[in-house]
Antibody, heavy 120, light 111 residues
Framework: EVQLVESGGGLVNPGGSLRLSCAAS????????MSWVRQAPGKGLEWVGR??????????DYAAPVKGRFTISRDDSKNTLYLVVNSLKTEDTAVYYC???????????WGQGTLVTVSS | QSVLTQPPSVSGAPGQRVTISCTGR?????????VHWYQQLPGTAPKLLIY???NRPSGVPDRFSGSKSGTSASLAISGLQAEDEADYYC???????????FGGGTKLTVL
């Protein structure tokens, strides 16, 4: 059974940092392109960024609002995806989900999300 | 403003059929990229409903169907049930973003 479990969210001051984790199981994590998607309270889904599998180059892409502040990485030995969020702004307050690609197996699985609240 | 445009809300009575549109542009749907649809029930994570324009993952009822034409796509739900009341999102790749684009979401109300 595919499972994605996010952790690491919390309350942080503006300008602060956090490291979010996504523990994956039930599939060959090293072969999967993984993405982070966020959802601000009462708002829609917003793509944050993606990391390719190492065999496909392991490169990352980011949405414009987070580029230069957020960093996605992966540890295939631990089946874990990471999102380091720096220089946080109040508008970064959201539930952060990790997800697999809908275009390849395992298709479109999402974790339960982890809430990041940026407030003084 | 979302890259993909969806109606904010749709509604229908139990048993009826509703459609949700998703309009894109030449850098996403119009470029030939696949469209995927998600259902998000209140307080839960999104769930993949349709992938690759018109394919249903295992376990998704055949009441849900998807189509794509030109720069637009549609999700149709037939035989509406109370449990279908949720938010629905379309998603595609966008070459100008080098990543995913989402629609703003459509809230389905079952009357």
């Amino acid at each position: 059974e595919v499972q994605l479990v996010e952790s690491g969210g919390g309350l942080v001051n503006p300008g602060g940092s956090l490291r979010l984790s996504c523990a994956a199981s039930g599939f060959t994590f090293s072969n999967a392109w993984m993405s982070w998607v966020r959802q601000a309270p009462g708002k829609g889904l917003e793509w944050v960024g993606r990391i390719k599998s190492k065999t496909d180059g392991g490169t990352t892409d980011y949405a414009a609002p987070v580029k230069g502040r957020f960093t996605i990485s992966r540890d295939d030995s631990k089946n874990t995806l990471y999102l380091v969020v720096n220089s946080l702004k109040t508008e970064d307050t959201a539930v952060y989900y990790c997800t697999t690609s809908p275009g390849s197996s395992p298709r479109g699985f999402w974790g339960q999300g982890t809430l990041v609240t940026v407030s003084s | 403003q979302s890259v993909l445009t969806q109606p904010p809300s749709v509604s229908g009575a139990p048993g009826q059929r509703v459609t949700i549109s998703c309009t894109g542009r030449s850098s996403n749907i119009g470029a030939g990229y696949d469209v995927h649809w998600y259902q998000q029930l209140p307080g839960t994570a999104p769930k993949l409903l349709i992938y690759g324009n018109s394919n249903r993952p295992s376990g998704v009822p055949d009441r849900f169907s998807g189509s794509k034409s030109g720069t637009s796509a549609s999700l149709a739900i037939s035989g509406l049930q109370a449990e279908d009341e949720a938010d629905y999102y379309c998603q595609s790749h966008d070459s100008s973003l080098s990543g995913w684009a989402f629609g703003g979401g459509t809230k389905l109300t079952v009357l």
